[in-house]
């Protein structure tokens, strides 16, 4: 079955550094993949969408890479800010719906 | 500014009784959807709703029923709420093109005691 993977840990880092997260995917082919991010007690907000045919995509400090043989994303922001700090979803189109990972909990610490 | 708004930030209801979630959105868009969100388990779709008056359901709709009766609103409800329909639900909608963002509601904290 189609399934999606999201490290379900923390990721704890410094002011300043580059967070990476990671979204991996199998039984998919997805014609595309888009990232949301989630602060407690609210609905999550789009950021980006990366195509199949589109190795990487860029939004201001955001980075997306998107490696269909790998069957994975990585989303990077850098530069990062303890605004930052939220639980950021991947989400991948099956038939007529999105299929969202359990998210992955960045923490910027000063 | 685009804007999902859902009828309640928390509610408190009791076993057995009918609960109604509304959610309305002023994007004109096609497509509505109704999740819950349980820690570990992330977003699980109930039920979506492409045009006024269709539905479909998600990977979870035992126990939920929706209506949407206007393109602006569309309602989940709990016909006879349990404790293990205690959860975050989330309203979300998006253009017909499903290529679109889901652009989401505040969501609605429900506890059923």
């Known amino acids: 079955s189609q399934k999606i993977e999201q490290n379900s840990e923390a990721l704890n880092i410094q002011e300043g550094k580059t967070a990476t997260l990671t979204c991996n995917y199998t039984?998919?082919?997805?014609?595309?993949l888009q990232w949301y991010r989630q602060d407690p007690g609210r609905g999550p907000v789009f950021l980006l969408l990366i195509r199949e045919n589109e190795k990487e995509k860029r939004k201001e400090r955001l980075k997306v890479t998107f490696d269909t043989t790998l069957k994975q994303s990585l989303f990077h922001i850098t530069a990062s800010q303890p605004a930052d700090s939220a639980t950021y979803l991947c989400a991948l189109p099956n038939t007529d719906k999105l299929i969202f990972g359990t998210g992955t909990r960045l923490q910027v610490f000063p | 500014d685009v804007k999902v708004t859902q009828s309640s930030r928390y509610l408190v209801k009791r076993t057995g009784e009918k609960v109604f979630l509304e959610c309305v959105q002023d994007?004109?868009?096609?497509?509505m959807f109704w999740y819950r969100q349980d820690p570990g388990l992330g977003l699980r779709l109930i039920y979506f709703s492409y045009d006024v008056k269709m539905k479909e359901k998600g990977d979870i709709p035992e126990g939920y029923s929706v209506s949407r009766e206007k393109k602006e609103r569309f309602s989940l409800i709990l016909e006879s709420a349990s404790t293990n329909q205690t959860s975050m639900y989330l309203c979300?909608?998006?253009?017909?093109?499903?290529?679109?963002?889901?652009?989401f509601g505040p969501g609605t904290r429900l506890t059923v005691t």
């Open positions: 994007m004109d868009h096609e497509n």
């Open positions: 979300a909608s998006t253009y017909s093109d499903r290529t679109y963002e889901q652009y």
């Open positions: 039984n998919y082919s997805p014609a595309y």
